[in-house]
Nanobody
């Protein structure tokens, strides 16, 4: 059974950085398009970033463009989200998601597998 496990969340001051990791098990991550989403308290899930199977293609939400970087290491079955210049509005539970079809998508409904999430809290 394929599983996604996020790690790397925590508490950080505004302007700081965090690196989230997502480990895939049960199937090679190179067979998935991967994405990161987040959900702040009382809000809907929000797309953050996505990366193609080879890592050559990426897309970002406008709110994080220039501050966050998504990457992957298929040899290690890992996907990362480097978050810099964090703001209090970035506070949320961050979820790793996998999509079995090709194509970078921003809709939560188009992802097939989800991790349990990792909490990121940015203090002002």
């Amino acid at each position: 059974q394929v599983q996604l496990v996020e790690s790397g969340g925590g508490l950080v001051q505004a302007g700081g950085s965090l690196r989230l990791s997502c480990a895939t098990s049960g199937r090679a991550s190179s067979t998935y398009t991967m994405g990161w989403f987040r959900q702040a308290p009382g809000k809907e899930h929000e797309f953050v970033a996505a990366i193609g199977r080879s890592g050559g293609d990426t897309i970002y939400a406008d709110l994080v463009k220039g501050r966050f970087t998504i990457s992957r290491d298929n040899a290690k079955n890992m996907v990362y989200l480097q978050m810099n210049s964090l703001k209090p509005d970035d506070t949320a539970v961050y979820y790793c998601a996998a999509r079995t079809n090709y194509g970078l998508k921003t809709s939560r409904a188009l992802y097939d597998l989800w991790g349990q999430g990792t909490q990121v809290t940015v203090s002002s």
